[in-house]
Nanobody, 125 residues
Framework: QVLLVESGGGLVQAGGSLRLSCAASGRTFSNSAKGWFRQAPGKEREFVATISWSGISTDYAAFVKGRFTISRDNAKNTVYLQMNSLKPEDTAVYYC??????????????????WGQGTQVTVSS
């Protein structure tokens, strides 16, 4: 199995930045697409960003375009989410996910088979 462990969450003021990391254990990390999802209290889990296995293709939710950047370093088995210009509404638990099908990007949670435990991001106003 593949184990994903997120880090980098915390408390930050509005307008600030955080960089989330997702470290994977296992030999199949680089074989599939990766994604970030988030879930705020009282809301359903929502898509944030995705990246293909090669790192060439990316896709973002409309509400984070221009603020968040997803990247990966396959040599380190790590995917990142750089979050800039954070807003209080970005407050949520952020989850890293690994694709279970192919190497292409996906915005659907059902296309991911590996999930981290989540890391809390809190943006104060």
């Amino acid at each position: 199995q593949v184990l994903l462990v997120e880090s980098g969450g915390g408390l930050v003021q509005a307008g600030g930045s955080l960089r989330l990391s997702c470290a994977a254990s296992g030999r199949t990390f680089s074989n599939s697409a990766k994604g970030w999802f988030r879930q705020a209290p009282g809301k359903e889990r929502e898509f944030v960003a995705t990246i293909s296995w090669s790192g060439i293709s990316t896709d973002y939710a409309a509400f984070v375009k221009g603020r968040f950047t997803i990247s990966r370093d396959n040599a380190k088995n790590t995917v990142y989410l750089q979050m800039n210009s954070l807003k209080p509404e970005d407050t949520a638990v952020y989850y890293c996910a690994g694709g279970k099908y192919g190497r292409g990007t996906s915005t659907s949670a059902s296309d991911y088979g590996y999930w981290g435990q989540g890391t809390q991001v809190t943006v104060s106003s």
